[in-house]
């Protein structure tokens, strides 16, 4: 991996600029040929050959046999190894990689520290794009953008909307109510979550999100493993609630995702309008069959089940392993009922160690899909997901493909993921080139 010392400028606001060098552990190039590779373009189910890459401006700029390489052009031999589409994780959580208790008593600024080097661990992983599923991630959004840290694309939702006693209030029982001169808890003072009640605090959260720059808005309508006073059967937020969060989010073209596991709440956020369901383990044949029918998306993770977070209680570890095991029963119904608009993530929150594993999501699914659905999930699919945040899309254009026009974000793998997708799960050792928008982070070839 090359790492240079690049001359930045910065402009913010438009009204003044800071000049500066800092330090990036990225490469830019003019233009980038790769030759020699067998693609994966996100979709089809067998690799491309013969076809040269030809990256410019940060695009896919042509894809053709035998392309001239332009000139002062870097040319990359790929030796037979297979390109795949940057991966896109769908529920991260980049500003949550404290244990429960550090969540809620570290300071901002060590935070944000922590938030930095989990950006640039999930991009040493191959991860170019997260879809970012609760926290402040605003600012560290803008440090990636603007070269400060290296890390993926972030779609920010911003702080997790739940009512009082839902998903995102983590006060203790014995904690004092608002009523009575309490506060709410660090997560929600410091912008990672946000607790609101009724129709028109629910309008000021949603668009609070949307003026900080939030490109879909995040609702919790059921209980959550992580916190303390929800079960995971209880449904949050009356359908009057949920149809405001939704109608702020399509009046600025976007969309909600909702957290929920239940079936009850499933419907319930599908009848007012939420276009994809985070999590979902507990969903019954007929409601999952419901989503497939109202075209709506599944947000579903593995890797997060597997381990009990640091800081835990057992009450939240009981529900921890609950949800883990409606995973086989979800998944298997999928399938039978050919429903295949779902996502790739890890939602891996508290457990700074376990990002060390986050690419073990290929392999935990293996058990229920084929190599090729994994990949497409980890990378097109994706893309037609984060297309729904439509003109608040920050990136527009198209990614989780490898196609002319769409965002140059790549993999050279020694491996070939469509026969065994087990490769993925060792970044080290099998993904030889990572490139985000036609900028190379790592290369190992010879």
Known sequence: MRVLLTSVTFAIAGTFTIAGDVATAQETQSSVLITGAKIFDGVSGTLIEGQDVLVQDGKFAQIAADIAAPEGA????????????????????????????????????????????????????????????????????????????????????????????????????????????????????????????????????????????????????????????????????????????????????????????????????????????????????????????????????????????????????????QAFAGIDQMFQTAKEIGFDKIVFGSDIISSPDAIDTINGEFTLRAQWFTPVEIMRQATSKGGELLALSNVLNPYPGELGVIKEGAHADLLLIDGNPLEDVSVMTDHEANFDLIMKGGEIYKETLE
């Open 74 to 321: 870097t040319v990359i031999d790929a030796a037979g190894r297979v390109m795949t589409p940057g991966l896109i994780y769908m529920h991260e959580h980049l500003m949550m990689q404290l244990s429960s208790p550090e969540l809620l008593f570290r300071d901002d600024r060590y935070k944000a520290l922590v938030g930095g080097k989990t950006a640039g661990d999930y991009l040493m992983r191959g991860i170019t794009t997260v879809r970012d599923a609760a926290g402040n991630t605003y600012g560290l959004k803008a440090a990636i953008d603007q070269g400060v840290v290296v890390g993926p694309r972030i779609y920010p939702s911003g702080p997790m909307i739940s009512q009082t006693s839902g998903h995102s209030d983590h006060r203790l029982p014995p904690e004092k109510s608002l009523a009575m001169g309490g506060q709410h808890d660090a997560l929600v003072i410091s912008g990672d979550m946000a607790v609101a009640d009724g129709v028109p605090q629910m309008l000021v959260a949603a668009r609070e999100n949307l003026r900080r720059g939030s490109s879909q808005i995040k609702i919790a309508v059921g209980g959550g493993t992580g916190s303390i006073s929800d079960p995971l059967e209880v449904i949050e937020f009356t359908p009057e609630e949920i149809r405001a969060a939704t109608q702020a989010a399509e009046d600025f073209g976007t969309y909600v995702m909702a957290h929920v596991y239940n079936t009850a709440g499933i419907r319930r956020a599908i009848d007012n309008g939420v276009k994809s369901i985070e999590h979902g383990n507990l969903i019954d044949r007929e409601t999952l069959q419901y989503i497939k029918d109202n075209d709506v998306w599944l947000s579903p993770q593995v890797s997060v089940y597997t381990f009990i977070p640091p800081g835990y209680t057992e009450g939240q570890a009981a529900k921890h392993r």
